[in-house]
């Protein structure tokens, strides 16, 4: 996890967690970028511990708010 957390970066993890909070809609594409540059399995890793420590949230909707934002930075990515 440290090595996924180092990709990120402090500022784009807080930026994808607000997303999770409601607090923004899209992530940078800069973010997108860096959240690709980490790989599937660390984006999967961040949603395990972010629904872990959410427990009033609803599991599935974390989940597909997760796939939502990785599709989407996908897609940013690809275009750069």
């Known amino acids: 996890m440290e090595g996924c957390a180092a990709k990120l970066t402090i500022p784009?993890?807080?930026?994808?967690?607000?997303?999770?909070?409601?607090?923004?809609?899209n992530p940078s594409h800069d973010c997108c970028k860096k959240l690709v540059a980490t790989r599937i399995d660390c984006h999967n890793a961040f949603t395990e511990i972010l629904a872990s420590k959410e427990p009033q949230e609803n599991p599935s909707?974390?989940?597909?708010m997760s796939v939502?934002?990785?599709n989407r930075c996908v897609a940013v990515a690809s275009k750069a």
């Open 12 to 25: 784009c993890g807080l930026e994808i967690f607000c997303i999770f909070s409601g607090n923004n809609n």
């Open 61 to 64: 909707k974390i989940h597909q």
């Open 68 to 70: 939502d934002i990785w």
